[in-house]
């Protein structure tokens, strides 16, 4: 009897395998260490950590040369960790205070760290406790001898493997064993092993919540990467279902990979632009893999997150340089510091109004607290010498925002040029319209800016009134409203009567249901994640927007709101899947 197990779908594709466990849970038991045998305890917890670092030293060695991820700096932060006094000097602090082993000791520390990442209202940030989980689970495996994790060891070909949890490292060596898939029983979306299991395209469900108590090594399994699905034992009908969408699914890929490398025109002729999304440097090595047109939105706040004070100048500059060098010419869209409401750092003080997400933040906060702005438009400018930079202003609510930071900027071009310090003159300045009030009037905008970029995950948030984190109104996001639509249509023929681009950057520009939608509209410029580059293209590129342009404009102007969605499918009918 076929028995199904969901979890959240992290990395779309069809497995058909073998179960592989790759280790259980690590069950640590408390155990009373006599006073005098205290001090070889702690040697032995510090030889431990000795052997973890030996191991992820080794482990760095091995990356192989082709991997497209900077993995090394995943294993960089893991080393970095075992130097932390938080997991090493407190768990010895406890051993003494409590008299217990080492492997307790390590748990009542790796709690206590975990339940204040648990606090954090950052996603970004709560992702971050898995690094701790990952180096506490590899020094207390030595402890208790359970030796290294069987990605370094077993081969697992074509296997689904099951895990409580994989670091990154991990992922990418499995990756390299030739896995099918792999679903783990914790875990998030926004996880860096989630992460790269999207970049690598291995099918993945994280979340899979019993994966111990109902799957049995060995046997045979379905993983269906998009819906978060796992099958046990599958019966010979839903195996046939299966290997026929595995088969479509690999004819997709396959005709996707063709597409990397060419260029995004519409069958009519018109070229499009596609730009990525990046948050961290490292992003960059897959912009250039997917020959992407450049970034179009570069999320800086992450720069300024896990840190205890916030970067000054000179390390910003160096990081927005090294990211413009790594592009290798293709443009770069710096986004000043989008911080607040869900994306509060520590190392600014909590500034959480009873709005957040109406409050200060972004370009708010930037201007209430020009010590923090200062320095990053400083950055911004220098860092224009050295490539194509763009800087991009968030949420802006009205023009004189848009004056305020453009005299900031002049301010600190004139005092660079004082100091004789290089920067581009013609650096380009745009800004986002993520509020409906901004997209109502674009217009005033699109007069004093060089470029527009729609933010439509903000949009939506303010145009419905719905907390983008909350998960109790979640079902009430839509980019379909009819609302919605309007404005991001304002938006783009704002754009095209005062003669400046308009990007959209927002999740739905990455969203392939809605890109003949936007094509009608008059988008020519898609800024999404990676991994949806080429999917996006191969619409594009079997478009005609010539066609599409009355069918949107018939559809934005007389269909009635719940058939939106229906026509905006029956655009895309001759898609195959
Ligand atoms: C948006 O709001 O659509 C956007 C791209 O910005 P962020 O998701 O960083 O708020
Ligand atoms: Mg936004």
Known sequence: MSLALYGIGVSRGIAIGKAHFMRGILEVLESAIPPDLLDDEIRRFLAAVETARAQLRALRKRIPANTSVDIASFIDAHLLMLDDATLIHAPVELMRKHGCNAEWALKLQRDAVVDVFERMDDAYLRTRRDDVDHVINRIQRILLEKNQPDTESASLVDCIVLADDLTPAETVLLEHQGIAAFATEYGGPLSHTAILSRSME?????????????????????????????????????????????????????????????????????????????ELPEDITAVNHHSADGVGLYRTEFLFMNRDK???????????????EGLQGRPLTIRTLDLGADKQVDSLGSRCGANPALGLRAVRLCLKDL???????????????????????????????????????????????????????DLRIGGMIEIPGAALSAAEFAAQLDFLSIGTNDLIQYTLAIDRVDDEVNYLYDPLHPAVLRL??????????????????????????YTRLLLGMGLTEFSMHHTSLQEVKRVINTSNIASLRPLVDELLTTTKAGQIPARVESLNSNLTE
Do not use: W
Request: proline residues 6%; negative net charge.
């Open 202 to 278: 291995i099918p993945a469900v994280v979340g899979a919540h019993g994966l111990h108590n109902y799957l049995r090594d060995g046997e045979l399994l379905i993983l269906d990467g998009l819906q978060g699905l796992l099958i046990a034992d599958p019966d010979e009908s839903l195996l046939t279902h299966y290997r026929a969408r595995a088969r479509a699914e690999q004819l997709r890929r396959r005709e996707l990979d063709l597409l990397t490398g060419q260029p995004a025109v519409s069958r009519d002729g018109v070229a499009i632009r596609l730009l990525t999304n990046i």
């Open 310 to 324: 916030p970067p000054d100048e000179e390390e910003q500059f160096e990081c927005y340089r090294s990211v413009v």
């Open 371 to 425: 010590s923090l702005f200062r320095p990053q438009l400083r950055a911004i400018l220098r860092a224009s010498a050295h490539g194509p930079v763009h800087m991009m202003i968030p949420m802006l609510s009205n023009t004189q925002e848009v004056r305020q930071v453009l005299a900031l900027v002049n301010e600190a071009r004139n005092a660079l040029q004082r100091s004789g310090i290089a920067f581009a003159p």
């Open 488 to 513: 991001i249509k304002m938006t783009i023929d704002a754009g095209a009567a005062a003669g400046i681009p308009v990007a959209m950057c927002g999740e739905m520009a990455g969203d392939p249901r």
